[in-house]
């Protein structure tokens, strides 16, 4: 049986406050926001929410941050220099940006299965194949 978000929190972190803190640590606050408010608005967020931040959170630490994960973005796109859009990707939630690197990165994968050239045939075997056409 499947256990449930509060059996998660409670097995991982102890308490729904050790989460909140864990939150914390790896997901910034809106513009503005002080950690006091920050901290009372995310008591009121569910278990699974906070067990999805706490794996966000993570997984950006893991890309190296906000900024990497816009550089890489904007490579991937082939815009390396266009700073106006790196800058509207940085205004982005954290949660759509690794979606948008997620599904860039498999279209390149994909894409690049794709483009490999089909394995020519030697060029010795054309030239003996020639030479005994026309030697026939």
Not at 1 to 8: A, D, E, H, L
Not at 96 to 113: C, F, T, W
């Amino acid at each position: 049986m499947r256990k449930s978000p509060q059996q998660i929190v409670n097995e991982r972190y102890g308490d729904k406050a050790k989460l909140i803190d864990a939150v914390i640590g790896l997901i910034e606050a809106r513009g503005g926001e002080e950690a006091d408010a920050h901290k009372r608005r995310l008591r009121n967020v569910s278990n699974a929410k906070l067990l999805h931040l706490v794996a966000l959170g993570e997984r950006v630490k893991e890309l190296g941050g906000r900024d990497a994960i816009v550089k890489k973005i904007v490579e991937l796109k082939g815009q390396p220099k266009d700073h106006e859009y790196a800058d509207k990707l940085r205004r982005l939630s954290l949660g759509r940006i690794v979606d948008m690197l997620g599904s860039l990165q498999r279209a390149a994968k994909r894409d690049g299965a794709k483009a490999a050239p089909p394995a020519k045939k030697p060029a010795a075997k054309k030239a003996a194949a020639k030479a005994q056409a026309k030697g026939a």
